[in-house]
Structure formats: structure tokens, C-alpha cells
């Protein structure tokens, strides 16, 4: 699959919104939509874009394939990011348009996006059972922090922090796809060809 990485565009914040809800299966046939204050946070694109930086992946047909939000420290969104450090948050892909290497390549842009901004670590968080989630940060370099774990009551679940040192140090490329997107051109930091 070929895409490109790019920052969103204002005409597409509702688009985007109803990619993240997908993306976390909230859209899947019997799923249930989260909780209202939930539910707000992943529809609410434009309030990600004017925190941080919005990005998407899009597939060459225009469709809109994933998205991933990056944000300083400091920023209401931002709630594991410390001084020094940048949160990514909300990397979401459609369930059809997995496993092609979309994930790898929002994060690796999210970590230069970081990089421009002088962070010294970009830091996520995920539930503690999304090991597949886990997988993939592990793989692209991403360490697991126990010590800075989030313990929330239910109904929430708790969280798993993961930081990766700054500037960006790619592990082994997952894909050739996620190669390309460490290989391109500084000069075309809005988008990145996959």
C-alpha cells in the first residue's frame, strides 16, 4: 500500500474524527461508543490541531487512512508529557488498512515532529492489554516505563507508559514501507511519501 504522512488540513477535521472513532473500533458492528467525555476527545480534531500537530495518512486514492496527534508539554491533551518531552496520542488506523505499515510511519513522524520542537523524549501511553499497541512501540524503540504506569478506577483501564529518547533513533524498520518514511527528505516534513 502506498500513502503519505501528512499534517491535516482544517476541511478534513471531521473526516478525521470519525477515522479515530473507527480506528478504535468504536464503529465495528455490535461495539459501543465510549463515554460522552470520551467520545468528545475522539471526534474533536480541530481542538488536537490547535494543541499540537494533526496528522493523517492518505492512501493515494484521497481516502483517509490514519491519524496520530502530537503534543507539547503543558497543553490540556497532553496528560503524560513532562518538561522536556512530547506526547503522541489518539494513533488510530482503520481496522481494513492495518499491518501495511501506517502505525510505524505516524509514529516515526510524530518523533520528528518532536525532534523540530527540541524535546528530549516523546512519550504515549495505551491500556495495559493492548499488547498488540505494545508491540509495535517496542518495535520501533519505544521503552516501557512501569514507574510512570497509570492505575485508574473503573470503569477506566489502566495505563502502560512508553518513552522513546530523542532525537529520533529508529529500531529496524518493521516494513520497507516504514523505511521509506525514515528516509524522507527533511525538506518535506508535511508529508511523507510511504
Given at each position: ?16 474524527g ?21 467520545l468528545?476527545?475522539?471526534l474533536d ?9 494533526l496528522l ?6 484521497g481516502q ?5 496527534s502530537i503534543?507539547?508539554?503543558g497543553?490540556?491533551y497532553?496528560?503524560q508529557?513532562g518538561v522536556?518531552?512530547?506526547?503522541l496520542r489518539?494513533?488510530?488506523v482503520?481496522?481494513?488498512a492495518r499491518?501495511?505499515?501506517l502505525?510505524?510511519a505516524?509514529l516515526?513522524e510524530g ?9 528530549e523524549?516523546?512519550v504515549l ?7 498488540r499497541?505494545q508491540?509495535?512501540y517496542v518495535?520501533?524503540g519505544?521503552?516501557?516505563r512501569p514507574?510512570r504506569?497509570v492505575?485508574?478506577e473503573p470503569?477506566?483501564v ?5 518513552t ?5 533513533r ?5 516494513s520497507?514501507?516504514?523505511a521509506a518514511a ?7 516534513r508535511?508529508?511523507a511519501v510511504?
Open positions: 500500500m502506498t500513502f503519505i504522512v501528512r499534517r491535516a488540513r482544517p476541511d478534513e477535521y471531521r473526516d478525521i470519525q477515522l479515530t472513532l473507527a480506528g478504535f473500533g468504536h464503529l465495528e458492528p455490535g461495539a459501543a461508543l465510549p463515554d460522552g467525555e470520551r468528545a476527545l475522539l480534531a480541530e481542538g488536537r490541531d490547535r494543541q499540537g500537530v493523517v495518512a492518505e492512501g493515494t486514492d483517509l487512512l490514519g491519524t496520530a503534543f507539547p508539554h497543553v490540556p497532553a496528560r508529557a522536556g518531552e512530547a506526547e489518539l494513533l488510530a482503520l481496522p481494513a499491518k501495511q505499515g502505525g510505524y505516524l516515526a518523533a520528528n515532529v518532536a525532534t523540530e520542537w527540541g524535546a523524549r516523546l501511553d495505551t491500556a495495559q492489554h493492548n499488547l499497541s508491540r509495535l518495535r520501533f519505544f521503552e516501557h514507574e504506569d492505575h485508574r470503569p477506566k489502566p495505563l502502560a507508559v512508553f522513546l529518547d530523542l532525537p529520533y529508529a529500531a529496524a524498520p518493521a520497507p514501507r516504514a525514515q528516509g524522507a527528505d527533511a525538506e518535506s508535511d508529508s510511504v
